[in-house]
């Protein structure tokens, strides 16, 4: 999985790698917050349907209603995991600049 480069514009200062990981975890957050809020507002318009039906049209909608939930929960799942890899890969990314920069063992003998 690649993790978006966070390069700061001209006029910007550059990021630490802490404040780089904080700043993906930000954009993280809000992802999951506006899928989160989405599938919320598409559960109170199913909840209103539901409300307006009976017998067997009901059963119809309210077994789509779960597959929709289903897959929903599958794709938030999803996000998760591929947020949880971009923040590996990322810290991956800063140990080992890290360790470049660090003076070869010899140097201090």
């Known amino acids: 999985a ?6 700061p514009l001209p006029s910007e200062k550059v990021l630490s790698a802490k404040e ?18 989405k599938e919320n507002e598409r559960e109170t318009d199913r909840k209103k349907l539901l409300a307006c039906v009976t017998g067997d049209e009901r059963r119809k909608l309210a077994k789509m209603y779960k ?8 794709k938030i799942a ?3 995991k591929r947020h949880q890899r971009e923040v590996k890969v990322m810290k991956a990314r800063f140990r080992r600049s890290n360790q470049s920069k660090r003076a070869p063992a010899h140097a201090w003998s």
Do not use: F, G, N, Y
């Open 2 to 7: 690649r993790v978006p480069r966070l390069r």
């Open 20 to 37: 780089q990981l904080q700043e993906l975890m930000k954009t993280h957050q809000k992802q999951l917050l506006q899928l989160l809020e």
């Open 67 to 74: 597959e929709e939930r289903e897959a929903m929960d599958v």
């Open 78 to 80: 999803e996000l998760s």
